[in-house]
């Protein structure tokens, strides 16, 4: 669905020269500064994939929507995207793909939902038959009715965040960019967004590429995510394997049996668990709960889980993963990848 490789995308941003005289020179011999927004990247993306694309603020995704979507051109590189060049093929691209742009909107101002959806079907000439059906199953999926006549400017973000999508899905686009679609929304409200995008990518097999800083999103909907910065991608893979490689600690609970508590008990107030494996810690106990934590290199976690169970009487054992933010946040403040020319999984 998505073919790019070696994308460059750079910018000629002016210096401002201060004084009339140095403003005077600036239109006179400008002088600039390139900025390099996207640098060398290679994406190809398989239909029906979901996947996300993530990034701190200015590393080079909206930059990198936009060659793909053909409202800009690339410096250098090449992009096909459903078989289309995109700015060459920009009209009949647009027939085929949707966007959605959680801080803006598609949709009139002015207008009743139902207005700005009546308005779309004929920019994108969609026959009233294909219209109706579409109409009705969005409606019916994003339980639109209730707002259908509220002006646009009157619909609480996550209702218009629910027409956006609507409008972008009228004529079934094969492929579908989502840019932030749940900034600003509360929990319930992304929670029906994150249904139904699943619900369109399982059932219409819609290609879907999203760009959000809630990893929440990334982790429910995306199998396979992007990580770019400075216009470089970074990594390439799922979201179970960058944590395992960058998460560092888990931790299993296990709950003990009563009767073993008292034979536990030491002078420090910890149970004294004796000849733990190497790389594996007692952090913590409540009662009968004891939480341990253990690397990735350490030792699998059936190992440990048998290594407890021919020792101690077990009621129960869980695991906590590391929250796949905290594991972002440690491979952009400490650089992790910056080393690596780039990183697929």
Known sequence: MIEAKNLHKAFRIARKRSGILGGL???????????????????????????????????????????????????????????????????????????????RTQLWWDLPLIDSLQLLRHLYR???????????????????????????????????????????????????????????????AKA?????????????????????HDMDDIEMLCPRMLIVDHGRKLYDGSVASIRERFGGERALVAVLDASELAALSSAEGMPALQDLPEGVQLIRAEGPRLWLSFSHNALPAHELVSWLGARYRLRDVT?????????????YEEGLLLNDAEVTV
């Open 192 to 212: 029906r967004v994150r249904e139904f995008l699943l619900s369109l990518n399982s059932e219409s097999g819609t290609t879907i590429l999203l760009t959000t």
């Open 25 to 103: 020179r600036s239109i006179v011999n400008p002088d600039a500064r390139i900025v390099n927004a996207v640098h060398d990247l290679s994406l190809r993306v398989e239909k029906g994939e979901m996947i996300g694309l993530i990034g701190p603020n200015g590393a080079g995704k909206s930059t990198t929507i936009k060659m793909l979507t053909g409202i800009l051109m690339p410096t250098s590189g090449h992009i096909r995207v459903a078989g289309l060049i995109p700015v060459q093929q920009r009209r009949k691209l647009a027939a085929r793909i949707g966007v959605v742009f959680g801080q």
């Open 126 to 188: 969609v026959p009233e038959p294909r219209f109706t059906a579409n109409f009705e199953r969005l409606c019916a999926m994003l339980d639109l009715k209730e707002f259908l006549d509220t002006p646009v400017r009157q619909l609480s973000l996550g209702q218009r965040v629910r027409g956006d999508l609507t409008a972008a899905l009228l004529h079934d686009p094969e492929l579908l960019y989502l840019d932030e679609p749940t900034i600003g929304l509360d929990v319930v």
């Open 319 to 331: 695991f906590q993963e590391p929250e796949i933010e905290d594991v972002i946040r440690r491979i």
